[in-house]
């Protein structure tokens, strides 16, 4: 690498595994069909631009995109940007001495962030579950930086919480459904975001990172969660030629975004 359940009970120090396998199963709790929308997405990965693509890995978190892609397609390459520590500790962990990993620290509200970016242009940038934290004027600034990046013939795919205002009776059935079954999970055990950084700050090894992170974010940044359709609108004006979803469920869509 360069530089430029219960199962977050058992993540402790520089157990990175252990640390990711706790982060998979926090996010679990959330969206039970997670690994769906990773298939579907690096399905498409390999339909439109092949086994061994350079990707931007956008708002990596710990790595959760970039080690699935380098799972599935050894000879990829993947560029990880974030701007939390605590998260960009956990990927440096993981992905140390790998060669085809480069973690990018920078801030994508900065208007400037892709000039820290090793490559101009890629063939794929994928993202998920994180562009809810932004709002729709950063969210638009953000999309036409993503079109520059894409390659004619590539790729953006953006997996995210994204709320059609118009079923307003579907999204609170939904949300009391899916309420219900994330306390089912508490009751058995599961750790739910708050208390997966609660262990995070108690731990020897993230407690810094996880204090800075919180000094960055507060307790959840201000974000907003749009509409595929305003997705698939702000992403054509800004560039990409042709917009659709490749999956969704009641609560989230993978919209994939060809230039």
């Given at each position: ?100 990993v480069t973690l990018v620290e920078a801030d994508l509200k900065d208007p400037d962030w892709p000039a820290r970016l090793p490559y101009d242009t890629y063939d794929a940038v994928l ?91 507060g307790a959840h940044a201000d974000g907003e969660m749009l509409s595929p359709a305003w997705h698939g609108r702000t992403l054509r004006e800004r560039g990409f030629a042709e917009v ?16």
């Open positions: 690498m360069t530089e430029t359940d219960t199962g977050a009970a058992t993540a402790a120090g520089d157990d990175w595994q252990a640390w990711q396998e706790s982060w998979d199963r926090q996010q679990e709790w959330y969206m039970p069909d997670r690994e769906d929308r990773f298939r579907i997405m690096l399905d498409m990965v390999e339909a439109f631009v092949g086994p061994d693509p350079r990707v931007l890995d956008l708002a990596c978190g710990t790595g959760s995109i970039t080690a699935r892609l380098l799972d599935r397609f050894p000879e990829a390459t993947s560029t990880g940007v974030d701007l939390d520590p605590a998260l960009l500790t956990i990927a440096r962990g993981t992905f140390a001495g790998d060669e085809r993202t998920a579950t994180a562009l809810h934290w932004l709002r729709r004027e950063t969210l638009e600034v953000l999309y036409g930086q993503v079109a520059r990046l894409v390659r004619y013939g590539g790729v953006f795919m953006n997996a995210d919480h994204m709320v059609d205002d118009g079923t307003p009776r579907i999204n609170a059935v939904e949300a009391a459904y899916s309420r219900a079954r994330r306390d089912r999970a508490l009751r058995q055990g599961a750790l739910d975001w708050a208390e997966w950084w609660n262990l995070a700050a108690k731990d020897p090894v993230l407690a810094e990172p996880t204090a800075r992170r919180f000094e960055i974010y659709r979803p490749v999956w969704c469920s009641p609560s989230d869509t993978l919209l994939l975004a060809l230039k």
